[in-house]
Each structure stands twice: as C-alpha cells, then as structure tokens.
T-cell receptor, first 112, second 115 residues
Framework: DTGVSQNPRHKITKRGQNVTFRCDPISEHNRLYWYRQTLGQGPEFLTYFQNEAQLEKSRLLSDRFSAERPKGSFSTLEIQRTEQGDSAMYLC??????????FGPGTRLTVT | DQQVKQNSPSLSVQEGRISILNCDYTNSMFDYFLWYKKYPAEGPTFLISISSIKDKNEDGRFTVFLNKSAKHLSLHIVPSQPGDSAVYFCAASGDSGGSNYKLTFGKGTLLTVNP
C-alpha cells in the first residue's frame, strides 16, 4: 500500500506533556498538508509544505505547535505543553496535482 | 464564519434510490470543489471534483453539479448502495493564492443507505 501513513494512530497524553506525530506522504507528492478535525466539524487547515518549505500556517497553529518536513519527505507535527483543547484528530494529506489531496488515517490525540 | 455549508447533518435513503447531498459556499474566490467520503476511524477518501468552469462532472455512480451563480453544488449517487453509508464532506479550494491549495471543508452529511 503506497498511500499516506500516519503514526501513531492514537495518542493519550497528560496535559502539559509534549507530543509528536509523523506523516509519510505518497512518495512522489511534493505538497503536504496538516489538518485538524474535532467532533462534528470538518477538517480545518493547519499548515502547508511544498517540498521542505513551510509556506503557510493557519492562525489556528499557536506557537505551541511546530511542523517540519526535512528533505521534503516525511513530516512531523509537534505540540508542546498540550492542553485539553488540543484533543482532536490530526490529519495529514499529500498532493501532486493542484487540488486533489489524499489523506492518511489520522492520529487521534486525547489530552487528559 | 462558515464558508462552506452542508445544512443537512444526515440523510437516509433506500438502497437503489438516488442520494442527493447538498453544499453551499459563500467565498467567490473558490474555483475548485471536491467531495470526500469518510468512514469512522479512517481519513477522508477523495471521491470526485469539479472545476468552476464546468457545471457537471460524472464518474460512474457519482455526479457532481455546480451552480456558480447560486454558489451551490450537489453530489448525486445513483443507485445508492449500503456500502455508500458514510459521512460525506464538501470541500472548496482556490482562495489562498500562490501554491497553497488548502481545502475548506463543510461539517459533513451522514448518509445512511438502508437495504
């Protein structure tokens, strides 16, 4: 299977801890996106990479969040000092076409 | 401010009949629209898309219609099958400029197809 993969699939952490998620996009895709989805809502854009360059960040991405895509391959999303409001599904998507994006299965974060 | 709206949280249809899912948008900058299907505990799966220069796109049992003047699009599934039961998200793109084709999603419609 050469789809988008995300690890871990589930993460439970205590408030104040740091967490890091990983996304492996489809290999030939140069664009990578992170989204966050909460209950009853559609996914919301967080940040966008073209190759290794982070080109846009949503205002939803507070300074506790940081994302990287070294060498333009996999990407990581780190949340420092987690809060209960960070509990959500974090989705990664990749694209080579202009518009169609292909999503991974997501990482469900629960902050207790 | 919800720029993409799916006003029906749920829809129930009989197997074999047509399912029609609706979506409205407010941002005139959007120029590309997509539908995604999502099963529980999985990420959204791309279904079908349409450019703003077209008014219809068809792929097998799925057809998307776009009415640009009304800022409205719909997804038709004919015939509906029980395996189509999922949450359907409408998404729009094209308002960012540059190379960022981020998607703006609606809240989704839960489709249930009854055997």
């Amino acid at each position: 299977d050469t789809g988008v993969s995300q690890n871990p699939r589930h993460k439970i952490t205590k408030r104040g801890q740091n967490v890091t998620f990983r996304c492996d996009p489809i290999s030939e895709h140069n664009r990578l996106y992170w989204y966050r989805q909460t209950l009853g809502q559609g996914p919301e854009f967080l940040t966008y990479f073209q190759n290794e360059a982070q080109l846009e960040k949503s205002r939803l991405l507070s300074d506790r969040f940081s994302a990287e895509r070294p060498k333009g391959s996999f990407s990581t999303l780190e949340i420092q000092r987690t809060e209960q409001g960070d509990s959500a599904m974090y989705l990664c998507a990749s694209s080579s076409q202009v518009y169609e994006q292909y999503f991974g299965p997501g990482t469900r974060l629960t902050v207790t | 401010d919800q720029q993409v709206k799916q006003n029906s949280p749920s829809l129930s249809v009989q197997e074999g009949r047509i399912s029609i899912l609706n979506c409205d948008y407010t941002n005139s900058m959007f120029d590309y629209f997509l539908w995604y299907k999502k099963y529980p505990a999985e990420g959204p799966t791309f279904l079908i898309s349409i450019s703003s220069i077209k008014d219809k796109n068809e792929d097998g049992r799925f057809t998307v219609f776009l009415n640009k003047s009304a800022k409205h699009l719909s997804l038709h599934i004919v015939p509906s099958q029980p395996g189509d039961s999922a949450v359907y998200f409408c998404a729009a793109s094209g308002d960012s400029g540059g190379s960022n084709y981020k998607l703006t999603f609606g809240k989704g419609t839960l489709l249930t197809v009854n055997p």
